[in-house]
């Protein structure tokens, strides 16, 4: 057999194996929480390097929120004054309001108080606002806080007018990389840029090339934009601080505790 035969008999073997799991062209994942965090961890060990600073009484967007677990939790712990996750698939956009819905209710259920509205008899429906500083100080009701919405990451984000002081994009790049290619990750880095305020922090996950490999094969398309790409993860950096604009980074993967197999990537944090 000829190392062409041999080539295409290896590729045919990975689709076949492909075939038995979830086919996630997107990344868009069900089950992506249960084997990206540690059996032996509580929570995502990404919030404990996060900065509470970037968040609290701050609006933010969570760029592939998935099940929307992240963004629950940073509106939690960090308190937000608003945070919005945005998904390509309808689906895990209608599992995250499922949570919302879960988490809000164990919240009410352990911190009643007369000051948390319901969501249906909100402030905002009642037709009068809270300071900043009183939206800080209150305890949390998350309806008023955190919002979800299907959209497409590269085709919609243009189409915001709201800015924001925190966005998030975990382990997401790769994925849109794979389905629009360079010109589709920097339209999505451009567009971040855009909609962050002065001052604004872009907190990225960037997968490293290692994991493009592993992946290419899940479409057509992924397998085409594989093959053509010209900028790598480890440029990545270059291109936000030189040619998107981009002030300051801060590498805070150093002090990340121990993360499940195959999910210790580094984490940035761009300031605009």
Known sequence: MSNEAKAEVVIET???K???KEVAIFGNYRSYYGYRICKDMKADPRLMVLKKEWFEGKDCLDIGCNQGLITIEIAKSFHCRSIRGIDIDANLV???HWNLRRIAKIESA???SPNVSEPEVSEKAQGFELSDE??????????DIVSFQKQNFVECLHKHSEKYDAILCLSVSKWIHLNWGDDGLITLFVNIWRLLRPGGVLVLEPQPWKSYQKNYLVSETATFNYHNILFHPCQFQEILLDKVGFRTVENISSSLPGSATGFDRPLFAFCK
């Open 18 to 20: 492909r075939k038995d």
């Open 110 to 112: 352990s911190c009643p």
């Open 134 to 143: 009183e939206k800080v100080d209150r305890p949390q009701n998350l309806f």
């Open 94 to 96: 209608e599992n995250a």
């Open 14 to 16: 990975k689709k076949r």
